[in-house]
């Protein structure tokens, strides 16, 4: 375990200590995953961030990764949800690595959405609970928040609403706690026609909608965060609340939540780098690819992946008061034709 | 219309051919097209692409379907035809998504058979056929082939799924698609008239095969811009180097050099996708257990290792292979286009025995490897726009 983890998650931490336990991880993967030592074949600890080894996030999609060391049993493996990438990530999960993963997230949700029990609300599917073996990513995110929660319910059958079962439980709670994809919860619920019973409880009830996931699907629709965030606490009661967060699969039990001041944070046992996608240089201030790194993962090596996700990392600190790395998220690197002959 | 006849021969046969315009105009159109194509360059070609289209403009590039099909052009007072050659009629032309020049480059030799085309282009593209026939249509001289592009070429963009293929399939006399093999096998599958011809340009892919001893820094340029281009996205693209004969020391030495040049050979900055994409393939590369090294601002990756290894499927993975020449046949793919040569002797009676054990179509010099002719994938297809009348005087 690591005493990264035993702070609030964005207290402030010494680098010095994250470094070393990178340092750390690296050399397990290395002594215990021949294919990662096949990648970094001459690496040896180092004293800079940028120095440290990182796998390309796309190298997930073609291989299962796993380390074998003593005390790391492997259990399932998590798959990546997107819709618009045709091939999904693997990432071999542990036990040891899913504690620390759990413990990670709780915290960072804790101080997100605070800590009273009250009902979840999944906007999803219950059939994608029952995968044997297999831990689909939007599912698992969902459940991410499951400790906060006094009863759980999934609100899509056959992918529409169920808003007779949301209406029963809102005849019984004030308060409700509801997560979503991103476009899900703008599809599903915001540009939706509520049932006049259930607009009606709503109107009294006291909602934190938690999503994530990503607005690619909504650019087209020229849905923005402003407007989101307007359509879904014009169905809700006062005190309402939209929560943002940015994860990924490959950083699993690690969550970027956003921060009023519109900057993502980074938590005290993660790390990141901006990166120029044509050197690899380090940028500070400047767009280029996100690397992320974290201390949680032991069973494979996706403790420090580059990303195909734009984003700036910003200097200084942060209104919100939060300490560590922040950063803003540009969407994801352009796509551009590519020419040739019929063939491929 | 007003049509002319043109006489062309060989040492053993005479051709008349019956065509709606006069063919030296036509020539002396094109030709003067290409002088205007330095003032610029047309979104959304690139600078390569225009710089290539103008150097297919050649007026001796141009005469080579006639030359190589039917022979010199003759003087008709002098010629005794044995046979007469006219537009078969309407010609289908399918272009798939990604298909960059060959678009422009097929309509332009098509343009010499006097047929009407008809063009299905991506739906999803940058089109480039329609770009140049209104690039060459606002800047030709008023004339046959201005009014032919006008009037007699057809470009529409529509996907597979659309009716207007069957009502392609169903006109053309001539069928001349580019795309898959599944894509190719669609389209001819489409009721057709029954005295039409199928042009198929389907599945294929191409290689280098290099000499050590006839490297030279000019060389390897080359090879860079050749597969730099396209990377292995194109069906003429070296999908790998094969150094005959030479060792994996040898292999490695030419995988040094091409990082060495890359950033000579080419001066711009891949896609910032393509260049995060190249970090992935390098690191597949490694697990694979190729040796691979990324060129300079991550233009391309570069693997040796041996043949037996599974191939690089990155954009911009080029592996450079060292084997003996059964070897270097015996791991050629079935549908193998075009083999690139960087040889010593390329005249040497050996090369010939040894395509003839191949499937290849092509065996040319690096730096032809991409340059289109009547003659392609293993026929000379731009004959087919034709019909032949057979004359016994």
């Not at chain 2, 954009?315 to 040889?343: R, W, Y």
């Amino acid at each position: 375990m690591t005493n990264l983890l035993d702070s609030s998650p964005f207290a402030p931490r010494a680098d010095a200590d994250f470094l070393n336990k990178m340092n750390e991880i690296c050399s397990w993967h290395l002594a215990g995953c021949p294919e990662y030592r096949r990648v970094w074949p001459d690496w040896s600890e180092t004293r800079r961030l940028e120095d440290l080894p990182f796998l390309h996030v796309g190298v997930f999609k073609r291989q299962l990764w796993k380390t074998a060391a003593p005390g790391i049993v492997h259990q399932r493996t998590l798959r990546s949800s997107s819709t618009t990438q045709a091939t999904a990530s693997m990432i071999a999960l542990d036990e040891r690595s899913s504690a620390l993963q759990a413990e990670s997230s709780a915290a960072i949700l804790k101080e997100l959405v605070g800590e009273s029990l009250r009902p979840l609300a999944i906007l999803d599917n219950s059939r994608a609970l029952r995968q044997r073996g297999e831990a689909p990513a939007r599912i698992t995110a969902a459940m991410s928040l499951r400790f906060l929660a006094s009863e759980i319910h999934f609100l899509l059958a056959d992918d529409s609403m169920n808003w007779d079962r949301l209406g029963s439980v809102l005849a019984q709670h004030r308060q409700l706690l509801v997560y979503g994809f991103t476009w899900m919860l703008w599809q599903a619920w915001a540009a939706a026609i509520i049932p006049e019973p259930v607009r009606r409880l709503l109107a009294n009830a006291e909602v934190h909608f938690v999503h994530s996931g990503g607005w690619k699907k909504l650019e087209a629709a020229r849905v923005d965060r402003k407007r989101f965030d307007a359509a879904l606490l014009a169905t809700v009661g006062p005190a309402s609340k939209v929560t943002e967060y940015y994860g990924l699969v490959e950083q699993v039990g690690v969550i970027f939540p956003l921060c009023e001041a519109g900057f993502y944070h980074v938590p005290r046992w993660a790390g990141m780098l901006v990166r120029d996608p044509w050197t690899l240089e380090p940028l500070v201030g400047r767009p280029g690819l996100l690397q992320f790194m974290n201390v949680l993962s032991w069973g494979a090596p996706y403790h420090s992946v580059l990303t195909e996700d734009l984003g700036r990392l910003v200097p200084g600190n942060c209104a919100c008061e939060r300490c560590g790395q922040r950063f803003e998220l540009l969407g994801r690197v352009p796509k551009v034709e590519i020419r040739g002959c019929a063939n491929v | 219309m007003s049509e002319k006849l043109h006489f062309f021969a060989t040492p053993y046969r005479c051709t008349a051919a019956v065509l709606p315009f006069d063919l030296e105009e036509r020539l002396q159109q094109w030709t003067g097209l290409r002088r205007k194509m330095v003032e610029q360059v047309p979104e959304p070609f690139t600078r390569d692409e225009w710089a290539y289209l103008g150097v297919f403009l050649d007026e001796a590039n141009l005469r080579k379907p006639f030359l190589e099909s039917f022979g010199e052009t003759r003087d008709g007072s002098q010629a005794r035809p044995t046979a007469l050659i006219r537009p078969r009629g309407l010609i289908g032309i399918w272009l798939p998504n990604n298909v960059s020049l060959l678009g422009p480059l097929t309509l332009i030799l098509a343009s010499f058979s006097g047929a009407p085309l008809w063009v299905k282009s991506g739906s999803s593209a940058a089109d480039l056929t329609t770009t140049f026939v209104d690039y060459a249509v606002r800047n030709l001289p008023a004339g046959t082939l201005a009014d032919d592009l006008r009037q007699r070429v057809r470009i529409e963009r529509f996907d597979r799924q659309d009716p207007r293929n069957s009502q392609m399939a169903a006109e053309a006399k001539v069928r001349v698609v580019f795309g898959s093999d599944a894509a190719v096998n669609a389209v001819h599958a489409l009721p057709h008239p029954p005295d039409s011809v199928a042009v198929s340009f389907g599945n294929h892919r191409s290689e280098a095969w290099v000499e050590k001893e006839a490297l030279t820094d000019d060389r390897v340029m080359t090879l860079i811009r050749v597969f730099a281009i396209y990377g292995r996205a194109g069906c003429t693209s070296p999908r790998r180097v094969v150094m005959l004969g030479g060792s994996n020391d040898d292999a490695r030495a030419l995988q040094e050099w091409l990082v060495r040049l890359w950033p000579k050979a080419v001066r711009e900055d891949v896609p910032m996708h393509m260049a995060a994409a190249n970090i992935m393939e390098l690191q597949l590369a490694l697990v694979q257990g190729w040796q691979a090294i990324g060129t300079p601002r991550n233009g391309a990756v570069l693997t040796t290792g041996s043949l037996e290894l599974p191939e690089p499927t990155g954009l911009m993975s080029l592996p450079v292979v060292s084997a003996s020449s059964d070897e270097a046949i015996a791991s050629l793919p079935a549908n193998i286009q075009t083999i690139g040569h960087c040889v010593r002797h390329p005249d040497d009676p050996r090369w010939l025995e040894m395509i003839a054990r191949t499937p290849a179509k092509r065996f040319v010099p690096i730096e032809g490897m991409h340059h289109f002719g009547p003659v392609w994938d293993g026929g000379n297809y731009w004959r087919q726009f034709f019909e032949e009348v057979s004359l016994q005087p």
